[in-house]
């Protein structure tokens, strides 16, 4: 079997470098956006539409087999929806039946669970994730703090809402991980070396 | 600074063993019962009589604060468990201040707050825990599954009360821990070893 790393992360935690990080450490496939750009490769949306159900996506909270039962197929951006999670997930199976690979969000803990992923949860305090943003992004430059923690708030609930919604398990509760790191404080680049090592150790 | 490493951990997920075998890696101290020895010879009290208040903590699920607002210091029993927390609570910071450590429950990570500890919690899956509980307890022989799996339960929630009534924080809620750790389905000896690795390039 392939060694899979899958993971979820908090927005701002440091999480989507990392990965590479321990991908470009151990010499195996990352894959993140490669995932949007394959699947619009693969179909008619386009990797903003994509995106944009990924970071938007507004079903309301019933579990996907409850959502079908009432009828939400009937509603096309509803089934739009689904049908971007449902060719992602084959498309994430695809990538990790391929080789060793690290694989950022998306579910992918739950879609590969019977490929024995080894499931990485990043997170941080809010002081730690807003230091982070205003080191990183460049279009934080212009939020006040309030309105950045808002914003780390509210991408980290819709997380939490997709990845809920299609797993029936909730997002960053440590009992769906193999292992949760706190980056609060710590050096990315250490962390990463560091974490690279765990997995050797027990992969 | 010293490097202190606290231990949170579910009964029967092999926490105990790895704060041991991460200690000996380190060749750093290792508290855990040597709490109770030492409080009972600071004190009169035997250590079973503390085991009993650290593992059958009866009071009610008031913050610390508001139990003393309602009076419970008339209460003697409840005045002498909250003299069982202070007095186990210096003695770690005694023994935090003295040197490199491993300390196990007692709510370390809390009461070492300013020391800065590596806080660690160690959890499993319940089937884990209930083979772990059936190769290591011998009175778990006479358990049945379900019997054992009552007993795993209760104790974890009492270890819970303990804490959250102490700290006023969530036990095992992955925000007060630098890394939380699932044992479910791993050697222990080996990932003791991982993590003695993990804790010597960070620290």
Same mark, same amino acid.
């Given at each position: 079997?392939?060694?899979?790393?899958?993971? &979820? @992360? +908090?927005? %701002?935690?440091? &999480? @989507? +470098?990392? %990965?590479?990080?321990?991908? +470009?450490?151990?010499?195996?496939?990352?894959?993140?956006q490669e995932i949007v750009t394959e699947l619009s490769s693969r179909s008619s949306l386009t990797e903003g539409y994509i995106r944009n159900v990924e970071e938007n996506h507004p079903l309301p909270l019933l579990p996907i087999t409850t959502a079908r039962t009432f009828g939400l197929s009937s509603n096309q951006a509803a089934e739009q929806q689904l049908s971007v999670y449902d060719l992602e997930s084959r498309i994430i199976r695809d990538m990790a039946s391929k080789s060793d690979c690290v694989?950022?969000?998306?579910?992918?803990?739950?879609?590969?669970?019977?490929?024995?992923?080894?499931?990485?949860?990043?997170y941080a305090d809010i002081e730690s994730k807003l230091a982070r943003c205003r080191r990183k992004g460049s279009d934080a430059k212009e939020l006040s703090d309030r309105e950045l923690r808002r914003?780390?708030?509210?991408?980290?609930?819709?997380?939490?809402?997709?990845?809920?919604?299609?797993?029936?398990?909730?997002?960053?509760?440590?009992?769906?991980?193999?292992?949760?790191?706190?980056?609060?404080?710590?050096?990315?680049?250490?962390l990463a070396a560091t974490l690279t090592q765990y997995l050797e150790s027990l992969l």
């Open positions: 079997m392939n060694r899979i790393i899958t993971i &979820g @992360r +908090e927005f %701002g935690s440091g &999480g @989507r +470098e990392i %990965g590479r990080r321990i991908a +470009e450490n151990l010499h195996i496939a990352y894959y993140d694989i950022v969000g998306r579910c992918g803990d739950y879609v590969l669970w019977d490929m024995e992923p080894f499931r990485l949860f990043i914003r780390i708030t509210s991408i980290d609930k819709k997380r939490a809402r997709y990845y809920n919604f299609f797993t029936d398990q909730t997002w960053g509760d440590k009992t769906n991980y193999d292992l949760c790191v706190n980056t609060s404080l710590t050096d990315i680049k250490k």
